[in-house]
């Protein structure tokens, strides 16, 4: 290759000058700019000799000179500026770690696929020689069998210094974050290898830490088990002093490698030392390599861009291997209680872009539903799989920016944390009179009318409001008088906490007709929604106790004359209507024993045929089978991921017939 990447930096620190001598020792770039917010800073020029200085990171990335960007700032800064980057059309070399956390990192990765556009994670010491000389010991057996890998990764700043990167809640300080990830990368990287494959993910991780003042890691340590077995021992530090040496320990000898990350020596050369111990005697190999340590990752990267791929090749960081290291870096932290104070609704404010939540406007159409004072999005988002605010806000900014307001919580969902993720995010964005909040309660074993109140008041102290927009009972519980039931949420309704429709979650159609028989009776406030499972798949047995379809003929034939509203959960049959199920396939228990029979694969079948003709997938055709209803028919999605939602999404592409929907029934 003659042609060379352009590479501009944003952010001039140290590490951004260790990235400017990689540059100038590659073969594939060159160094054309770097950007900073203040372009008369002290020693600037000197650092960075004869290389234009932009001011400002927007500049940076506006360049038509620029081919691709190096990002240097802080941690914190780190998804923001590479997600702009994509939306810039850069591509991006992102300082370790790439986020600070999976979620954000997933959220990086997916802006640099709808993109097009290259990102990768900088773990330098991956591209260097000596990693791929470790990888060809461990599987030609140089050792054996490996069985145990300690490493470590330690230094100390001899002091408590609470406004430094090292230690500052605010900048995402401590040694997990900032070193952590190159033992634990190592680890990961030497049990694939042991595997056959690029790397390996743990399936267990155990990890602890002293904390400091400001919540953060002065020292920590964790224990990764893999799936063969092997048990890697990792720790990190900024106030110790660690031996930092990497040992593979295996039947039939150990591997030393001193000071991994510069393959034994600094940030400009490392040689590579590698200590073989077998029988009693020790063979010291080294790769001699004199070229500056960084610019094997700048030339790996700038390959992969000019040949127009997305991520580094290994042994450097796939985005599966980012994603993977991030994981195992979230449960060290989770289990050593460290919450960066930046990672708080109170101080995540904005995006994860760093700008003001957007309007709610985008694919996400609006309809009205019955008994409902305000618009609501087609779908409603279901989010209980989040456990912190920085990771839940993603989805839930996200969802508001593509149009949807319909937000599905619940009493019992993560123990009341899916209540208090809302809360914050709505109290954090201003959005809860654009919302429509959906709030269940009375749920089986609890499911009694003095409950319904009781649950209702923790409920709204959780969520920071007065009201919800629609309520439904959980669970029915047919021992208890239906009127007691319509009774105790008729008082919320008059007591301004419930402002919408009313109704159950899993209620038969015989006791929600004996629920509106009540109500008129009484003149009470009738019932006007359900939740109940409906899909293009008919449930056979139910998924969880207590559950109910709507999905049979006679059913859908109530609601349709009825005209009740219908909120459906698993609406695309959990996986039914995915590779993962099939008439040959077994091995799923659930599936097989909820969704199995022919009259469902028949469905499927044609979904399949449809989606093939529209350009689609068969979970898009279920979906808008949904939404394509004679009676008011809301849908619940509960994607995981950005990439998820825009899935999801794809399905109001496709307007169903009347004779569509028909077919795809009964053929």
């Given at each position: 290759m003659t042609e060379k990447i352009r590479w501009g930096i944003i952010g001039p620190g140290s590490i951004a000058k260790a990235f400017r001598g990689g540059v100038e020792g590659s073969r594939l770039g060159v160094l054309a700019a770097i950007a900073t917010r203040n372009p008369d800073r002290p020693g600037l020029a000197a650092d960075f000799p004869g290389v234009r200085i932009v001011k400002g990171y927007e500049a940076l990335l506006a360049d038509p000179e620029i081919?691709?960007?190096?990002?240097?700032?802080?941690?914190?800064?780190?998804?923001?500026?590479?997600?702009?980057?994509?939306e810039a059309g850069k591509p991006v070399l992102v300082e370790k770690p790439l986020a600070l956390s999976a979620f954000e990192i997933d959220a990086v990765l997916h802006a640099h696929r709808r993109a097009g556009t290259f990102a990768g994670e900088a773990f330098m010491y991956r591209l260097h020689p000596q990693t791929a000389k470790i990888g060809e010991l461990i599987r030609s057996g140089a050792i054996g069998e490996v069985r145990m890998i300690q490493s470590s990764f330690g230094f100390s700043m001899g002091r408590f210094q609470?406004?430094?990167?090292?230690?500052?809640?605010?900048?995402?300080?401590?040694?997990?974050?900032d070193v952590g990830g190159y033992p634990v990368s190592m680890a990961r990287y030497i049990a694939g290898q042991a595997l056959g494959?690029?790397?390996?993910?743990?399936?267990?991780?155990?990890?602890?830490?002293?904390?400091?003042?400001?919540g953060t890691d002065d020292w920590a340590a964790a224990v990764l088990t893999f799936e063969n077995g092997i048990v890697a021992q990792v720790s990190c530090a900024v106030m110790a002093n660690l031996d930092n040496v990497l040992r593979i320990h295996g039947s039939e000898g150990r591997i030393e490698v001193p000071d991994f990350w510069f393959a034994g020596g600094d940030r400009t050369q490392g040689l590579g030392r590698i200590d073989v111990l077998r029988d009693g005697k020790t063979e010291t190999i080294s790769v001699a390599e004199t070229r500056h340590v960084y610019s094997f990752e700048v030339d790996a990267a700038s390959e992969a861009i000019l040949a127009g791929r997305q991520e580094l090749a290994a042994p450097g960081m796939s985005w599966a291997d980012s994603l993977g290291n991030a994981r195992v870096l979230d449960k060290w932290r989770k289990d050593a209680g460290i919450v960066f104070s930046v990672e708080t609704a109170e101080k995540r404010v904005n995006t994860l872009a760093n700008r003001r939540l957007a309007a709610n406007s985008g694919t996400i159409p609006k309809r009205s539903i019955p008994g409902l004072g305000k618009q609501a999005s087609a779908v409603a988002l279901g989010f209980e799989d989040f456990r912190s605010f920085a990771s839940g806000a993603i989805l839930l900014d996200a969802f508001w920016e593509k149009g949807g307001n319909v937000f599905d919580t619940a009493f019992v969902y993560g123990a009341g944390y899916t209540e208090t993720l809302f809360g914050e995010w709505h109290r954090n964005r201003g959005t809860r009179e654009g919302s429509v909040l959906i709030g269940k309660g009375a749920h089986s074993p609890l499911c009694y009318p003095d409950v319904i109140g009781k649950q209702l008041t923790q409920s709204l102290d959780r969520l920071q409001t007065d009201y919800v927009d629609v309520y439904f009972m959980h669970r029915d519980n047919l021992e208890v008088p239906v009127g007691e039931f319509v009774d105790a949420m008729d008082a919320e309704v008059k007591a301004g906490r419930i402002r919408g429709p009313f109704g159950g979650s899993n209620w038969t159609q015989e006791r929600f007709d004996e629920a509106i028989a009540?109500?008129?009776?009484?003149?009470?406030?009738?019932?006007?929604?359900?939740?109940?499972?409906?899909?293009?798949?008919e449930m056979l047995d139910p998924i969880w106790d207590g559950c109910v379809t709507a999905s049979t003929p006679g059913f859908k034939q109530w609601l349709t004359d009825r005209q009740v509203t219908n909120f459906s959960w698993s609406s695309q049959a959990r996986g039914f209507f995915t590779d993962r199920a099939g008439r040959d396939k077994t091995d799923n228990e659930e599936l097989v024993r909820v969704w199995y029979n022919e009259q469902n694969f028949g469905r499927r079948d044609r979904a399949v045929e449809l989606a093939e003709k529209l350009g689609k997938s068969p979970i898009h055709v279920a979906l808008a089978y949904v939404l394509a209803q004679p009676f008011p028919s809301v849908p619940l999605i509960g994607p995981r991921t950005l990439?998820?939602?825009?899935?999801?999404?794809?399905?109001?592409d496709i307007q169903l017939t009347p004779d569509q929907v028909k077919w795809l029934e009964n053929g």
């Open positions: 081919d691709a960007v190096y990002i240097a700032v802080p941690h914190t800064g780190h998804a923001e500026w590479a997600i702009k980057a994509a609470p406004q430094h990167r090292l230690f500052a809640s605010d900048l995402a300080g401590g040694g997990i974050l494959r690029p790397f390996a993910d743990p399936v267990k991780v155990s990890g602890t830490a002293h904390l400091n003042a400001e009540y109500a008129e009776r009484t003149g009470k406030t009738r019932p006007m929604a359900l939740s109940n499972n409906f899909a293009l798949a990439a998820e939602l825009d899935d999801s999404l794809k399905a109001f």
